[in-house]
């Protein structure tokens, strides 16, 4: 079974970036279209980004133009660039495949953007 391993988050300012990787251990990780997910307190996990294991990708619509979700098969990780970061992207983000497989959510990495 596939584990996941979230880190790069931190505590940023208002406007400020942070890079998230996702390292995937097990095998097959090229052909499986994987995501970022995101949960603020209170509020239910959803999904952030997606890639394709050909590289297309999708965003949430308030992260467009914000956020760059990539991938690097060769070394089974995925990363999430965000830009321009809000109070409101404050959450713990998390990676899985899409659609998610219950077994595989780690521990996710806090994002905190405050002044």
């Known amino acids: 079974q596939a584990q996941l391993v979230e880190s790069g988050g931190g505590l940023v300012q208002p406007g400020g970036s942070l890079r998230l990787s996702c390292a995937a251990s097990?095998?097959?990780?090229?052909?499986?279209?994987m995501a970022w997910y995101r949960q603020a307190p209170g509020k239910q996990r959803e999904w952030v980004a997606i890639i394709t294991p050909g590289g297309g990708t999708n965003y949430v619509e308030s992260v467009k133009g914000r956020f760059t979700i990539s991938r690097d098969n060769a070394n089974n990780t995925v990363y999430l660039q965000m830009n321009s970061l809000k109070s409101d992207d404050t959450a713990v983000y998390y990676c899985n495949k899409l659609p998610p497989r219950p077994g595989y959510w780690g521990q996710g990495t806090q994002v905190t953007v405050s002044s």
């Open positions: 097990g095998s097959m990780f090229s052909i499986y279209t």
